[in-house]
């Protein structure tokens, strides 16, 4: 995640929402891309374009993004609002937090898939990518998935408590929702990306989705748990149990190791080559900077940030969806 700096010089982050020196209003600019303060007079000072706030921004203070002014209708959202087709309802006491929570989670994903040059048009190709943000209510359990381009969420998981319990239950080393928003698109990424396309070459590596009836591995997965040695297959339990999740596993990975190392080059780029576009380098650079990234964790009594080893077949497999985002 790159910082960015308003006109003052003082550092933007990604989420800021005002300066905290010059106190000017500041945001993400849909226009030019950019986290960027924003004149009185309602101009982008990265890209001098007159811009108006997110309604959401307005409205219910879950956003913090401008668009462009000259084609915002009344009542304008940006891209990222947009495409939350169903909203958690702002009058449960809880819910305008865990709102927040989530499109911030979504802001960061869009912002992780421009890094690894996604184009934006495949997100909007029909079906479009979208996301729903549903609560379990006494006669429905809501569950954290993907089906034809649309991603439900959960809004427990905006939970700290319920999603550390569930974390310990599941025996994952994290549990946050930018990590379900990014192993979810792997599966909006599947369907556009690798079904008809490259499936043969998926099939090689992951294992034949079709033939493995989804229901019952999974069952089985939580029945027995996985394989003795999953971890020289797979890069996690979870990614044991189908080669669809196995997939989105892979892909939310790469997706983790870019954005890591997007914020590295940015900020501390003495910790990171010049990696160009080549997936060893990349790899490499990663697990070298996770070095000092799981000590500054074990430093703070947290879980490792970055896996000690990357198996040779996990590293096909994400050489895999590398190739896939430099060609899709």
Not at 78 to 92: H, L
Not at 118 to 132: K, N, V
Not at 185 to 192: A, L, Q, S, V
Not at 247 to 256: G, I, K, N, Q, S
Request: net charge negative; with cysteine; proline share 6%.
């Amino acid at each position: 995640m790159r910082t960015y700096a308003c006109q003052c010089g003082t550092p933007l982050f990604f989420g800021n929402r005002r300066c905290v020196e010059c106190e000017l209003h500041a945001g993400w600019c849909d226009v030019c891309a950019t986290t960027a303060a924003v004149s009185v007079e309602g101009t982008c000072l990265n890209c001098d374009t007159n811009v108006v706030a997110c309604t959401n921004r307005t409205t219910y203070d879950v956003c913090n993004c401008f668009v462009d002014a000259a084609t915002a209708a009344d009542g304008a959202l940006c891209r990222s609002c947009q495409m939350t087709t169903v909203a958690p309802d702002p009058s449960v006491h809880g819910n305008l937090r865990r709102w927040q929570l989530l499109e911030a989670a979504k802001r960061r994903l869009l912002y992780d898939l421009r890094t690894v040059g996604y184009p934006d048009d495949q997100l909007t190709a029909s079906p479009p990518l979208t996301f729903r943000f549903l609560s379990d209510t006494p006669e429905k359990h809501v569950v954290t998935g993907h089906a034809d381009g649309v991603i439900t969420i959960n809004t427990a998981e905006a939970d700290p408590v319920h999603r550390e319990s569930t974390r310990q239950q599941f025996g994952e080393p994290h549990r946050t929702l930018i990590g379900h928003m990014r192993h979810e698109t792997g599966h909006f990424f599947w369907m556009r990306e690798i079904v008809g396309h490259r499936t043969a070459d998926a099939t090689q590596l992951f294992g034949d989705a079709d033939a493995l009836p989804y229901a019952e591995t999974m069952k089985q997965y939580y029945d027995q748990g996985p394989p003795e040695d999953w971890n020289e297959r797979y890069i996690s339990t979870y990614a044991s149990s189908h080669p669809w999740e196995d997939f989105a596993e892979t892909y939310a990975f790469y997706l983790d190791m870019r954005a890591v190392l997007d914020t590295l080059r940015w900020n501390a780029p003495h910790l990171v080559a010049d990696l160009g576009d080549d997936l060893p380098a990349m790899l490499l650079s990663y697990c070298q900077a996770g070095i000092v990234l799981n000590e500054i964790n074990r430093t703070m009594g947290l879980t490792d940030l970055v896996p000690e080893v990357v198996p040779p077949p996990v590293v096909a497999k994400l050489q895999f969806v590398h190739d896939v985002f430099e060609k899709p």
